[in-house]
């Protein structure tokens, strides 16, 4: 095992990489971190401290939120907030754009601050995702829409925190996925892993099958023909980052697909499926909506809804030609 290297000297080491590169990213992934500590630690005490059970508000689509949730929320606003390097946050957990004092950042972030936050009353594991786009309006002038907007394939740095039985952050920057696990006692996040590559083909189908009744003729085609030709396991863990992860670590495809109740889907394009789709392309794996490349997609609305199919190149092919 050679030296211990921390996140916040990966990512200084990492920066030199980019020319021109004035550390404000690197400042912001480092805040990122940060807060992620601080939620870990709450997450992983939430069973004592009482803070379980509904906060009695709603989020944006309906769902009851739970107190974790809103501090994790909390959390990453104040770090956001902090970097400077920030304009506009836009958050599962806020209907509207979060705009930040310092208008004239550089950086948007799409979070979801605490996803699958449900399987906090049973512990099973829960994380944060987030995408970082760079503005493209003039600093001077006040970000709007055309920065929302952008399609996946201009993020500029994507990730998650999984809050499991390590806490372990991955992200990328478009030179490979780096995955990083933090040591508790001294709250240093530690390298685990660099240049994290999907298996090329993996025997693990992760899907709601209790959606099976509403999914497209195609959909049924394929489930049929893997349950009767070339049986798959199935592992579903309903927290996308715990079942992206372990995904992108033993291969697999991880599906959401659209259904006759959510024609798009139930995830969220620009805080679930373009991070997670740049995750697993960075990682060789493909990322689609069935028809298209996630990344691809020019969003109209910084809450709409994706089918999501991604995992394993040569399940993804076998997948998508059903479809
Ligand atoms: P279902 C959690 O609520 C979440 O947003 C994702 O983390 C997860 O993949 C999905 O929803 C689970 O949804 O309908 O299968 O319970």
């Known amino acids: 095992m050679g030296r211990l290297v921390t996140l916040e000297e990966y990512i200084l080491k990492s920066q030199n990489k980019f020319p021109g590169a004035k550390g404000e990213l690197s400042q912001l992934l480092r805040d990122i971190s940060l807060a992620s500590k601080i939620i870990s630690k709450e997450v992983n005490r939430a069973g004592l401290a009482q803070i379980l059970g509904t906060a009695g508000s709603m989020n944006v689509h309906g769902e009851s939120v739970k107190r974790l949730d809103l501090f994790a929320n909390d959390q990453l606003i104040r770090a956001l907030s902090r970097s400077g390097s920030v304009c506009m946050i836009v958050s599962e957990e806020s209907e509207g754009v979060i705009r930040l004092r310092q208008s004239s ?3 948007i972030v799409f979070m979801d601050p605490l996803d699958g936050s449900s399987n906090v009353d049973v512990n099973v594991s829960i994380g944060t995702i987030f995408s970082i786009y760079q503005r493209i309006s003039h600093e ?18 994507a990730g998650y925190v999984l809050f499991g039985t390590n806490t372990k952050l991955l992200y990328t920057t478009g030179l490979g996925v780096t995955e990083f696990t ?3 006692s001294i709250g240093e996040f530690f390298l685990s892993e660099e240049q994290i ?19 497209s003729p195609e959909l049924k085609a394929y489930w049929n023909h893997i349950k009767s030709e070339s049986p798959l396991t199935t592992r579903y863990i309903g927290s996308m980052v715990s079942d992206v992860h372990r995904t992108l670590i033993s291969g697999g495809i991880f599906l959401y697909p659209e259904s006759v109740k959510l024609p798009y889907g139930k995830l969220r394009l620009m805080y679930e499926g373009n991070p997670m789709a740049f995750l697993v392309e960075q990682a060789g794996g493909v990322a689609s909506t069935g028809s298209m490349r996630i990344m691809d997609i020019v969003p ?10 991604m995992g394993s190149p040569a399940n993804m092919t076998q997948l998508l030609s059903f479809l």
């Open 300 to 309: 109209t609305d910084i809450h709409q809804r994706v089918p999501v199919y």
């Open 140 to 157: 001077g002038d006040e970000p709007g829409d055309m920065d929302l907007l952008q399609p996946g394939t201009r993020q500029i740095a």
């Open 182 to 184: 933090l040591e508790p």
């Open 105 to 107: 950042a550089k950086y």
């Open 197 to 215: 590559r999907i298996p090329a083909k993996g025997d693990i189908l992760s899907v709601n099958e209790g959606n099976r009744r509403s999914w």
